[in-house]
């Protein structure tokens, strides 16, 4: 087989490994998972009295409150749970006067991916286990039992609608808590908090501990992440290797919990005097979300994230939202840095960013579907690579031109083993030979090593780019969910046969010839089988133009060339001659 053919095949098979990779160890998405069980909240309209009790006049006790100490001389608390709705454009967040914590947190402009109604990003089952989101975590459980089940007074109750500023008080046995939030008009709120003991401040921290609401299936668990930025280096860390409990402390600007599409980030206004304390739970997911069966259940991670101050009140912002890079963009830290990093990107960021930017500036001017855009930009990331095939067409050549020698050189050294020093005069004569006929050996390499970048590129920013969640293109309803009824990853395997069937591969033996034209096809076609079909959509396209391409390329005198260098190795088996033809003129 020719040199340019194994790197071909060598390349080949890397990609395969690396794909297949990301395909076990990565995220992925699935069309149409089972209904989230959630739970549908109305706020009250009516404010619960709060209860003020003097020495002597023991107030009610709160469940889980532990060995609290005699009531002090005032007690300020709740004496029935009622709920509080914020909302503006974008969301609608529903807090309980238990704990003044938040049952539902609602984007009113996404849809779930089961029943298409608003999107409740308050994970219900992880969050009836392991808290609420802004509740309050405590290294000692008796005073985190006891902050998160005690009933606050609520400054308001009923609908509240941004700007504006809600607040939570609590005060029973010398511990006296405040929780304030600030709203506004984006998805970015403010949070303040307060906690003391007999005067004397108490470490407690604002916590996001059960993950995120559009988390449905095995993949889209295993896609979370811990996202933050310290010293101002961004970074993230699988859920596979977030330690629960473990204490962080440093100069955090940003840090959070993350999945493929929302996030939900704390921005301390201190980040120099930050604690972190990462949560790490695991959660049972019934195998068929249909019919569930508690006997049958796959363990998933819960990720979540506490934050506060060492010893002191906390003040911090919080984004709970989409992964809309332009809008990442604008949330800044109290240090200027932006949240577009919590988009995971990875390597191929310098790639996939300007990808997406210019996937956009299509849907914005002119092509209003993201679908049609995708195949605009692998029309065009094709003709870009057009050079790129036409220089492996000429190294190709160029060594099929020198194969018989090359052979020859071969045979002459055939009889000596390959530890005889006579073999290295064999690799000098190959090497002076391509030297002579201006061969490069790694001239199959180079292009192809050009053309990687822009597919992982493309790759990496199709599997997170948020704005595919859930949009349509012909028969597709969804371009980040795989295709229901597979026409795509069978038109992959066609096409990819098709593209082996019509590129000439003089120097490749008959066995290997196969391996390519069927093995290579049947491996991919696995692979796109339940993929998100924005990938499935560019990779087809990509390979209908590479068979265009090649058929024209085909056609040329390079291309003739190389037909008739194949038919004469065929026809030499057979014990035949053929003429052949030169593209050197």
Known sequence: MGGDSKSLFGFMIVFVLMVVAFQVFGPKKTQQPAP??????????????????????????????????PPAATAVQASSESETVVENELYRITFTSRGAAVKSWVL?????????????????????????????????AGLKNRLNTA??????????????TLSFDYSYGGLTVRKTFHFDSSYVIGADVSVTQNGAPVTALLAWPSGLGDQATLQQYAGAYFAYSENGKADETAAKKVIGGDTLRGSYDYAGV??????????????????????????????????????TVDQVSILGTALGAN???LST???????LLGLLETVHTVNGENLEHVVSFGWWGWIAKPMLLVLRFFVVHGIPNWGWAILVLTLLLNVAMMPT??????????????????????????KYKTTDPRRQEMNKEMFDLQKKEGVNMFGGCLPMLLQYPLLFGFYRMLMYAIELRQAHWLWLPDLSAPDALHVLPIFVIVSMFLSQFFTPSPGMDQSQQRMMAFMMPAVFGVMMWNIGSGVALYWAGSNLLGVAQQMVMNRTSMGLEMRAI?????????GKTVKAINARH
């Open 36 to 69: 989230a069980q959630q739970k549908t909240l109305t706020a009250t309209n009516g404010a619960a009295a709060p209860t003020t009790t003097n020495a002597g006049s023991p107030a009610p006790m709160t469940a889980g409150s532990g060995n609290a100490a």
């Open 108 to 140: 009113k402009k996404y849809k779930d991916d089961s029943q298409k109604q608003p999107l409740d990003l308050v994970n219900a089952d992880a969050a009836a286990k392991f808290g609420l989101p802004l509740s309050l975590w405590a290294y000692d």
């Open 311 to 313: 010893g002191g009140d």
């Open 258 to 295: 993350s999945d493929l599409y929302f996030a939900a980030i704390f921005m301390p206004e201190t980040p120099a005097d930050t604690n972190l304390v990462t949560l790490h739970e695991s959660l049972g997911l019934p195998k068929n979300s249909a019919h569930p069966d508690p006997n």
């Open 317 to 323: 912002r919080l984004f709970v939202g989409p992964k």
């Open 566 to 574: 194949a038919a004469k190795r065929a026809a030499k088996r057979a």
């Open 151 to 164: 009933l606050y007074v609520p400054s308001a109750t009923g609908t509240l609608t941004a700007p504006g």
């Open 389 to 414: 095939r036409v220089m492996m067409m000429k190294s190709s050549l160029k060594m099929q031109r020198i194969q018989p020698q090359i052979e020859g050189i071969k045979a002459k050294y055939a």
